[in-house]
């Protein structure tokens, strides 16, 4: 299953965080103020984590002026460590998001199955060369997401990894200085309880706090503030509201507004998005959920101009699409479905927010084999809608679950 920050004034700051060929299948369908010419003279470029137990790397590709992808020259690039996969398909272990994070030039990377970060400069045709000294340590077991606060990594380590599961390891977030060159320098770790199930390590730059969900673990939504030291202090754990049948709802995915301080929560248990606030304690305050008409929501976005919110909705292999007009009333205005077998999970925006691509996962053993796909859809900026483009196949052994998508 399962930042680009605006200027905000000191109050809201304070509240907020508050090789494979492309196989068109619909035609395209671009925003009427799309520009070609950005796709020919700038390289865009969407890597992928193949999450390989036996050797892991970064696929490549170079988005092209209609949306379809091109294998980046030297792709998969090799990251020194291996990745991870549980053969029961539990719920838990792959509901992850943000496995990438981009700082100063410098793609990261996770290798869940040996416990190490990857580092790679990018060059200008997207093309990756790994720093000196990496593969960087996590500071625990399974490292599953990334997220960037200013100087800082924060990483979830969530200890799932089947093979590792000898050792003595518990979940929690590391947290790691980002040298001059790009390195990590491993600095503190803060502990969750055992079977927490960390899922997802959200920062902004908009505000000293990170934020995770523990699915399906603990069922909690967590906030913690960063001191000036990097070290992480939880100030937040709360249990979603109850539904009306007594049902207790379990957080996913989490995203930040850019332009209005609000948190959007998955609650993927009962098809629904949450919003919360933040106070300038770190305390969270729920202040609404709307429905979602997909099955399993699990992982969000939010458009750089804070108009639009997607989900991509794993059970029924859709995404939705809510416009922000009132951030704390989101309403879905789409809801369309992608196809194919596994589970629609990880996606990302292109920086101008043109095109949407999204990860189609094994995530069962009938999906072996006919799944691991990359669909990418046009959005209208006016209306947000989504159109479906193509598809790649991503080449990946069976038994792999590539996942996270990062978009330079």
């Known amino acids: 299953m399962p930042k680009s920050?605006?200027?905000?004034?000191?109050?809201?700051?304070?509240?907020?965080?508050?090789?494979?060929?492309?196989?068109?299948?619909?035609?395209?369908?671009q925003s009427n103020d799309f520009d070609p010419s950005d796709y020919q003279l700038h390289r865009h470029t969407v890597y992928v984590d193949?999450?390989?137990?036996?050797?892991?790397?970064?696929?490549?590709?170079?988005?092209?002026?209609?949306?379809?992808?091109?294998?980046?020259?030297?792709?998969?690039?090799?990251?020194?460590?291996?990745?991870?996969?549980?053969?029961?398909?539990?719920?838990?272990?792959?509901?992850?998001?943000?496995?990438?994070?981009?700082?100063?030039?410098?793609?990261?990377?996770?290798?869940?199955?040996?416990?190490?970060?990857?580092?790679?400069?990018?060059?200008?045709?997207?093309?990756?060369?790994a720093l000196s000294g990496q593969p960087f340590t996590s500071g625990g077991s399974t490292p599953i997401s990334l997220g960037v606060h200013g100087?800082?990594?924060?990483?979830?380590?969530?200890?799932?990894?089947?093979?590792?599961?000898?050792?003595?390891?518990?979940?929690?977030?590391?947290?790691?200085?980002?040298?001059?060159?790009?390195?990590?320098h491993y600095l503190s770790a803060t502990a969750l309880p055992v079977g927490a199930q960390?899922?997802?390590?959200?920062?902004?730059?908009?505000?000293?706090?990170?934020?995770?969900?523990?699915?399906?673990?603990?069922?909690t939504l967590d906030?913690?503030?960063?001191?000036?030291?990097?070290?992480?202090?939880?100030?937040?754990?709360?249990?979603?509201?109850?539904?009306?049948?007594?049902?207790?709802?379990?957080?996913?995915?989490?995203?930040?507004?850019?332009?209005?301080?609000?948190?959007?929560?998955?609650?993927?248990?009962?098809?629904?998005?949450?919003?919360?606030t933040l106070s300038t304690t770190g305390k969270l305050q729920f202040r609404n959920k709307v429905a979602n008409s997909g099955v399993a929501v699990c992982w969000l976005r939010v458009s750089a101009d804070g108009r639009f919110l997607y989900t991509s909705n794993t059970a029924d292999e859709s995404m939705s699409v809510y416009d922000l007009s009132n951030p704390e009333n989101p309403v879905e205005i789409q809801h369309i479905v992608v196809g194919g077998s596994g589970g629609v999970q990880q996606f990302s925006l292109t920086p101008d927010g043109h095109f949407l691509?999204?990860?189609?996962?094994?995530?069962?053993?009938?999906s072996v084999g006919t799944s691991n796909i990359l669909y990418g859809l046009s959005v209208d900026k006016k209306t947000g809608m989504l159109t479906l483009l193509n598809s790649t196949a991503l080449p990946v052994p069976s038994n792999t679950r590539p996942f996270g998508v990062t978009i330079r």
């Open 198 to 219: 960390p899922s997802q390590a959200l920062t902004t730059n908009t505000g000293p706090f990170v934020f995770t969900a523990e699915f399906p673990g603990g069922g």
């Open 5 to 29: 920050a605006t200027a905000w004034n000191v109050h809201l700051a304070a509240m907020s965080f508050f090789v494979a060929a492309t196989v068109p299948v619909m035609a395209d369908a």
């Open 50 to 129: 193949a999450n390989i137990t036996s050797g892991n790397a970064i696929l490549a590709y170079e988005i092209k002026a209609d949306g379809s992808l091109l294998p980046v020259a030297g792709s998969p690039f090799a990251t020194g460590g291996d990745g991870f996969f549980d053969s029961s398909f539990k719920l838990g272990p792959f509901d992850v998001d943000q496995e990438m994070a981009l700082a100063n030039n410098v793609l990261y990377a996770v290798n869940a199955g040996s416990n190490t970060i990857s580092a790679f400069t990018i060059a200008e045709d997207g093309a990756l060369s």
């Open 223 to 276: 906030a913690f503030l960063q001191q000036a030291d990097g070290k992480l202090v939880m100030t937040d754990s709360v249990l979603l509201p109850l539904e009306a049948n007594n049902t207790q709802p379990l957080p996913l995915g989490l995203w930040a507004n850019p332009a209005a301080p609000y948190l959007y929560v998955g609650f993927v248990n009962t098809n629904e998005v949450g919003v919360y």
């Open 357 to 366: 691509y999204l990860i189609q996962q094994e995530n069962s053993a009938a």
């Open 151 to 184: 100087p800082f990594m924060v990483a979830i380590d969530s200890a799932e990894d089947p093979a590792q599961a000898a050792g003595d390891y518990v979940p929690g977030l590391t947290v790691s200085e980002i040298l001059r060159d790009g390195g990590l």
